[in-house]
Structures are given as C-alpha cells and as structure tokens.
T-cell receptor
Framework: AQSVSQHNHHVILSEAASLELGCNYSYGGTVNLFWYVQYPGQHLQLLLK??????LVKGIKGFEAEFIKSKFSFNLRKPSVQWSDTAEYFC??????????FGAGTRLFVKA | DGGITQSPKYLFRKEGQNVTLSCEQNLNHDAMYWYRQDPGQGLRLIYYSQIVNDFQKGDIAEGYSVSREKKESFPLTVTSAQKNPTAFYLCASSIGRSKSGLADTEAFFGQGTRLTVV
C-alpha cells in the first residue's frame, strides 16, 4: 500500500538553527509531492510542491525541499528557523489521480 | 476573498445522531475533498469528488456520506454508523484538471470543524 513516512513527530529547535524534516514515500511510479504547513489557529496551507523538473524546489518563507527519486524522499529544509516557523508540517504524495496521501505530521517548536 | 468556508467551527452531538458538516468554496474548483485529522495520524481521506454529481470513497468512508449537487458545496454527513466520530474534519478543494489534462491536486483547505460526540 502507498504510504508516507515523516521521521520525526516532534522537533524542538532554537532560533537560527537549521531545519531538516524527513519525508519518505512508498510508490515506484511518478509522483507529485507537497509540503503543507499548519500554523497555530490557521488553515493548512501549501508550503511548496514538486511536479516535475528541478528536484530542488523553493517555497514560501525560505523553505526548500529536495526530491531524491532513488531514495523516495522529499525532505524539507530551512537554513535558519525563526520563532514564527512554529507549526505542524505535513508531507503529502499524489500518485496521479485525485487521491493524495498525507504523512502523520511533524510538530516544530522554535524557541525564541 | 476566495476561499473555503467550513461551518460550524465547533460541533457537539449526542451519540447516535447524524450530523452534517458544511463546506463551501468560491474558488471555482472542480475537485473537493473531506479529510479527517487525528493526532499522530495525519490527514486521512474520507471522500472526494472530481465533479458535480460524482464522488468516490477514500480510505475511511465507512460511517460517512456526502453529496455534490452544486460545484460550490460538498457537505459531509457523519452518521450514527461511524464508530469513532470525534475528530477534526478538514474540507479541501483543488482545480481538478490542469490545461494539460493532468490532475492538479494542490489543495486549498478550510479552517476545519471540530466534532465532539458525547
């Protein structure tokens, strides 16, 4: 069965630390990949997406993600986090239809 | 402003009662989705609809029903058959098909409805 794994459920960082959130999926074919973010009290919103082309994707607020096909991974990175990055982050995979599978989410807390 | 509106934000119901959650979008999107969000489990797909008058079951459709009579609206009914209905429910929409004909599944989400069954 198709699945999405997010490696860490909770991450705590100090401001200015670097961030990397892991995401792996299980599907051997073509995929569309997403990272969504849910800030406290706000809608779930798109952070970045990969459909095709350059595997290094840049999103909003300085986030980027790299698609490594051989590793079935789509890790999210940010060089220097801010207190305002405190949120829950979801990796999601679509395999071509209308059914998108979400990971369990990673709660990030950034200490000021 | 274009977006997705879910109502109500909080809903309390007695066990054994059916309850309907509202979802309206004014983004002119063809596709709409219902997800359930539980702690530590991410978002699980309940139902989705690619077009008016058509919908398909997701991974956890048992105990739920939907309708799609209008493009803008995709209400979800949580029936008494749903064994564990207390959860956070999210509605989403996407364009549907891009100009190239490929599925465009970047989703826009509502603020959610927290349902508590007592």
């Amino acid at each position: 069965a198709q699945s999405v794994s997010q490696h860490n459920h909770h991450v705590i960082l100090s401001e200015a630390a670097s961030l990397e959130l892991g995401c792996n999926y299980s599907y051997g074919g073509t995929v569309n990949l997403f990272w969504y973010v849910q800030y406290p009290g706000q809608h779930l919103q798109l952070l970045l997406k990969y459909f095709s082309g350059d595997p290094l994707v840049k999103g909003i607020k300085g986030f980027e993600a790299e698609f490594i096909k051989s590793k079935f991974s789509f890790n999210l990175r940010k060089p220097s986090v801010q207190w305002s990055d405190t949120a829950e982050y979801f990796c999601a995979v679509n395999t071509g239809g209308f059914k998108t599978i979400f990971g369990a989410g990673t709660r990030l807390f950034v200490k000021a | 402003d274009g977006g997705i509106t879910q109502s109500p934000k909080y809903l309390f119901r007695k066990e054994g009662q059916n309850v309907t959650l509202s979802c309206e979008q004014n983004l002119n999107h063809d596709a709409m989705y219902w997800y359930r969000q539980d702690p530590g489990q991410g978002l699980r797909l309940i139902y989705y609809s690619q077009i008016v008058n058509d919908f398909q079951k997701g991974d956890i459709a048992e105990g739920y029903s939907v309708s799609r009579e209008k493009k803008e609206s995709f209400p979800l009914t949580v029936t008494s058959a749903q064994k564990n209905p207390t959860a956070f429910y999210l509605c989403a929409s996407s364009i549907g098909r891009s100009k190239s004909g490929l599925a465009d599944t970047e989703a826009f989400f509502g603020q959610g409805t927290r349902l508590t069954v007592v």
